[in-house]
């Protein structure tokens, strides 16, 4: 199902990220997902974004890729831990960049299996992940990361 919805509606619209502050070798996650995409889809990226290093920086060069293409309406995809931060980051970049360009959250990752709900009030290596990256966001709100 997800191969499919990548096909037939935001194959030509994907923006990804660059490398990353601790990458120093290898290629970027943006040039990864587009070799992916082309070989296990058959669809090149019409956008591919590797030089940002954070948020902020995917956000404002992404933008300017965007707007030079004539682009006026962007779906934001990331994890919905991330997502307050990625709002935050692109509307400023929007903002900045002069407006004119509408934008939708679509937060995924965070749907839960709850089969055995007795066990979710068991610590769990989830958990702790999950405690982790909800800390790493609000560390980054709070130093405008």
């Not at 902020?56 to 309406?73: H, K």
């Not at 679509?106 to 909800?134: C, K």
Request: aromatic share 8%; proline share 3%; net charge neutral.
């Amino acid at each position: 199902m997800q191969d499919r919805l990548f096909q037939d509606s935001f194959a030509n619209v994907v923006v990804y990220w660059g490398a990353g502050h601790a990458q120093t070798v290898g290629p970027a996650e943006a040039e990864v997902a587009a070799q992916l995409a082309a070989r296990d889809f058959g669809l090149p990226l019409k956008w591919v974004e590797s030089a940002a290093r954070d948020t902020r920086e995917n956000a404002a060069a992404s933008v300017a890729l965007l707007r030079a293409a004539g682009v006026t309406r962007i779906v934001l995809v990331t994890h919905g831990w991330h997502m307050r931060r990625s709002l935050r980051a692109f509307e400023q970049a929007i903002a900045g960049s002069g407006g004119g360009i509408d934008m939708t959250a679509a937060p995924m990752g965070l749907a839960r299996d709850e089969s055995v709900a007795a066990l979710r009030w068991l610590p769990s290596n989830a958990g702790f992940s999950d405690t982790r990256n909800a800390l790493r966001e609000y560390l980054g709100l709070l130093v405008g990361a």
